[in-house]
Each structure stands twice: as structure tokens, then as C-alpha cells.
């Protein structure tokens, strides 16, 4: 074969080629832009990818899963190209399955459960799948150097606005593999949340912004189980929820939440809706908190219902939380403690810390002594 170096360009067939009595394999010279197009249109090729949106730019993508959820469009149509993957994506499937950072690596059992579940379904959904290679990306950047994470939270960018893009909106009557990869898509995107505002150092009111959107996309997840709880009781996804339902009847044994009961108890103008929504979100909290125990990582269950704790909580706390009122957002920073007793987890870090912080900003010395406990055990000071 002659080299392109070798090849005088000229059409038809070159001289070069035509004296050595070969096949001419000069490129046109409009073939470039041709490949240029493809590549563009690919959004898993190497060559050519369009510019990705930035990591802070990540957490915007996962936004709009409550809006997606509700959609009635159809999806687009997809070219065969689409489907190629690339080494990329083997490497960050490789490190889904070696590793067990797909939920909580202590409880190896419910980890290998949740992960067979999650890849059976993803292999017939092609936005779970990307969805899931997002989430590895994003996992492989906490592990790396600095020059390298902001690589792996590109791709993890490219592929969650892949899945966000192509996410499929579910029918009128979905069938159970359809109800089971809408709730570990969105699940999926709760933890990316989380992950995004953990990587953060943010002031508190961008810092609110971002919790509040975290806030929403747990109202997804819900959403799909109060409407599709009865096809989410087959046996492979059954021990994956069946908790969330239990935990609601539990009631917290310890006293760590005293003082909240009693600002409930003494604040006036405060609706009957909202103090039912105060106390149920308080008792939950008291649930998790009966699980610290000094110098103990928390027990695995206790992990569970700190997580849950925005999917837990009335509607009505959610509309106080978005109008700052004062004593939803003390109940707020003691959630904040619950989450800064997962902070070995890596999608959770400093956000339970963060969260205090900012409220306790927020708020200012006026409530000062209702702030004291939670500042207390994450460990900063008081305004």
C-alpha cells in the first residue's frame, strides 16, 4: 500500500499510484469534515468529542430527572453510532465490578444484591447503563490526583447528559423492569447529587441552592414508589425498599432530640400541618441518632435511614424548608449531623459539616443555643 506521503492527490487516481499499478487510498479531501460530523454525533468517541460541560455544571444535569419523570415527549431516535463504547467505558464498567462503592462497602451483602440488580437492568436500558458508568467515573475521580479527577468527572459529565438525554419517560401502566430502572436511575442521580455537593466548598446560600436540588431529586424516587410500590415487591428489588416503608413506624429511643421537641413545642403561629411535619421529621432523625455510639462508625441500618431522610420526610417540610423557616432549618442542621456520621462514605464527605455551617450562618446568634448541640458534634463553633 502506498503511504499518504506518497500520494500526489490527484483525482481520479494518482501518478504514484497509477505508475506502481495500485489501488489509490488517498482520502478526498472533504472526507475530513465528513469524520469531523460523525465524531461529533458520537458522544462516546475519543476524537473530535464536543466540549463537555464543567464538573460544577454536573449537579445541573441531575436537576432535571424530577421534569424528566413527568415528560411525555418521546425519546429521540438513536443512531446505530450511539451504541459504540469505547476502552473508557470498559474501564470505568471494570471498576463497577471489582469494586463496591456502589452503596455502602460495609454491607458487602446488600452492595452485591444491589449491584446484580442494577447491572441486570441496566444491560436492557441504555440510560441506566450510562447513568451507571457516570457514577464510576465519578467515584474513580475521588481516587485519583487532581490532574486526573477533572478527566474522570468529564466523562462522568458526558455520560449522565448522555442518559439525562436519552432517559425514557415512563408509560401509563409500566411494566416492573421498567419500574425498577426508573427507581435506580433516580437513586442513582440522588447519590451524584450528593457527591456533587460533598466535592464542594461552597458559601451557604449557593451551598442551600444545591442541598435544595438534591431535596428535589429525592421527590422523584418517591414519586415512583408511592406510584409503582406494588410492581417494586418482586423479590429481587423487595429487600432494596421494603425498609424505607418499616422505618416510617419506628419511633427514636434517645434524647439527643429533646431540645428540638421542645422548640417545637414552644414556638407559636406554627400550623398543625407544620408541627406534624416537625415531629415526624425530628423522630426520624432520633431514629438515626440512636445508632452513634462514641468512637463507632454507624451502624449500617442507621447509614440507610440517614440517606432516606430527604425521601422520608412530609411534603409540608420540604415547602418550610424552601421558605427558611427557623425551626425547619434547625431540624436541618441536625440532619446535618447524620450525614457527617456517614462521612466515610464517599459520595457524603464534609456535606453533613457543610450543612451546619451554612445554617448556622444563615441564621446568625439568634438561635445560637438551638445551633449549640448539632456545631457541638460536627465540630465548629457557633456564630
Not at 421542645?262 to 425530628?282: D, R
Not at 455551617?357 to 449549640?372: N, P
Request: glycine share 4%; charged share 20%.
Amino acid at each position: 500500500m502506498v503511504d499518504q506521503g506518497s500520494c500526489d492527490q490527484r483525482h481520479p487516481t494518482c501518478i504514484n499510484c497509477q505508475n506502481s499499478d495500485r489501488v489509490c487510498i488517498y482520502r478526498p479531501t472533504d472526507q475530513p469534515r465528513a469524520a469531523e460530523a460523525s465524531s461529533a454525533s458520537n458522544p462516546s468517541s475519543n476524537d473530535h468529542t464536543p466540549p463537555a460541560p464543567s464538573p460544577q455544571q454536573h449537579g445541573e444535569i441531575a436537576r432535571g430527572l424530577p421534569q424528566a419523570l413527568s415528560s411525555s415527549h418521546n425519546p429521540p431516535v438513536q443512531s446505530p453510532d450511539e451504541a459504540l463504547v469505547n476502552f473508557v467505558h470498559l474501564e470505568l464498567f471494570n471498576h463497577l465490578i471489582q469494586e463496591s462503592f456502589l452503596f455502602i462497602n460495609r454491607d458487602t451483602a446488600f452492595t452485591d444484591r444491589f449491584k446484580k440488580t442494577v447491572l441486570s437492568s441496566a444491560f436492557s436500558t441504555p440510560y441506566l447503563m450510562h447513568g451507571v458508568l457516570s457514577f464510576s467515573a465519578h467515584h474513580i475521580s475521588t481516587q485519583v490526583p487532581a490532574e486526573k479527577s477533572q478527566y474522570y468527572l468529564r466523562q462522568s459529565t458526558q455520560l449522565l447528559t448522555w442518559a439525562v438525554a436519552r432517559f425514557n419517560p415512563a408509560p401509563r401502566e409500566p411494566d416492573r423492569d421498567t419500574c425498577v430502572a426508573l427507581l435506580l436511575f433516580s437513586s442513582l442521580l440522588c447519590a451524584q447529587g450528593l457527591a456533587d455537593i460533598a466535592s464542594l466548598d461552597l458559601e451557604p446560600e449557593p451551598f442551600f441552592i444545591r442541598f435544595g436540588h438534591y431535596f428535589g431529586l429525592h421527590r422523584g424516587v418517591r414519586s415512583i414508589l408511592n406510584d409503582h410500590w406494588a410492581r417494586l415487591k418482586e423479590p429481587e428489588v423487595r429487600d432494596l425498599v421494603e425498609w424505607c416503608r418499616l422505618s416510617v413506624l419506628e419511633k427514636g429511643q434517645g434524647s439527643e432530640c429533646d431540645r428540638l421537641r421542645q422548640l417545637v413545642a414552644q414556638s407559636i403561629n406554627i400550623s398543625p400541618s407544620a408541627t406534624e411535619a416537625y415531629l415526624h421529621a425530628i423522630e426520624q432523625l432520633q431514629c438515626v441518632l440512636d445508632g452513634r455510639k462514641l468512637h463507632q462508625p454507624l451502624p449500617t441500618y442507621h447509614v440507610y435511614l440517614a440517606l432516606a431522610w430527604p425521601l422520608l420526610v412530609h411534603e409540608k417540610l420540604v415547602d418550610l424548608l424552601v421558605l427558611r423557616r427557623p425551626v425547619a432549618m434547625i431540624i436541618l442542621a441536625y440532619y446535618g449531623v447524620t450525614l457527617d456520621l456517614c462521612r466515610d462514605l464517599w459520595m457524603v464527605g464534609q456535606a453533613g459539616k457543610q450543612l451546619v455551617y451554612a445554617i448556622t450562618k444563615h441564621l446568625g446568634s439568634e438561635w445560637a443555643e438551638y445551633l449549640q448541640w448539632p456545631c457541638d458534634a460536627v465540630g465548629i463553633t457557633t456564630v
